[in-house]
């Protein structure tokens, strides 16, 4: 695919209108590091993708797989593949480049619990200045993910709770800029100026490891984890 060709396809996906916002944010990065967590059908990785080699820009994509991919991701030679957890990749990967990201994609399984254990392990790692981009951060109000006969808290739930918010909206100050675009499922775009501790601002992180794990236990075990990095039970440092 072309570019246009990969941007109209990822406008027909559910990233839907914030493919071309998505689009806007990459075309002016150049020198950085993306993280892509949740690739599926790989469209987000895609235009992560975009003019890596001419910006000078390399691209990771996280996912306990990646059967689904509908675009060619594996010749450009600045992405790179990482098949496993998030958060367990989060935890230990030891890679340079991943020490130090100017931008992380959340857009993995659409859980509280999930999306606040990945923020535990990849916030840190996130440079000053660097942004946080959430994808499904506005369901309807009545929706919520409904995997394993349990019904989840939502992506939404975790960006206020992490980052201290009562409402997720537009908002501005000497350290935090938040840019909410609602349609499309929504995306929200966190940037920090001076990346600091916003652990402190949930007060149930064992809850929350504890949630995260028996969601996981819900697709994977001992017996079909294979070589995936994927650690089944988790719990606050």
């Known amino acids: 695919m072309n570019k246009q060709e990969i941007i109209w396809s990822a406008f027909s996906s559910d990233l839907g209108k914030n493919a071309y916002v998505l689009h806007d944010f990459v075309k ?5 590091i993306f993280v892509d967590i949740g690739v ?19 691209v ?4 306990v ?16 593949q990482i098949e496993g957890d998030s958060s367990t990749i989060g935890k230990y990967a030891e890679i340079q480049d991943l020490k130090e990201v100017d931008c992380i994609f959340v857009d993995s399984l659409h859980v509280r619990e999930q999306v606040l254990c990945e923020l535990y392990y990849w916030f840190p790692r996130l440079k000053d200045g660097g942004t946080v981009i959430f994808h499904d951060s506005h369901w309807p109000e009545d929706k919520k993910d409904k995997t394993g006969g349990k019904t989840w808290n939502r992506v939404d739930d975790a960006i206020k709770d992490f980052f201290g918010l009562k409402v997720l909206e537009d908002y501005k100050d000497d350290n935090i800029e938040i840019k909410c675009y609602p ?14 501790n916003f652990v402190d601002s949930v007060k149930d ?7 995260r ?8 075990n001992e017996s079909n984890v294979g070589n995936r990095v994927i650690e089944l039970r988790m719990k606050v440092e």
Not at 28 to 32: A, D, F, I, T
Not at 60 to 63: A, F, P, Q, S, V
Not at 213 to 220: A, P
């Open 65 to 80: 797989n990646f059967n689904n991919l509908k675009v060619d991701l594996l010749e450009n030679k600045t992405y790179f």
């Open 40 to 58: 599926r059908d790989g469209y987000s990785s895609a235009i992560f993708a975009l003019d890596t080699k001419e910006n000078n820009n390399t």
């Open 213 to 220: 794990n028996d969601l996981i236990s819900v697709f994977w």
């Open 183 to 196: 349609d499309s499922w929504g995306m929200t775009f966190v940037t920090v100026k001076d990346v600091k």
């Open 205 to 211: 992180w064992n809850q929350v490891f504890d949630t």
């Open 60 to 63: 990771y994509g996280i996912d």
């Open 28 to 32: 002016e990065k150049k020198n950085s």
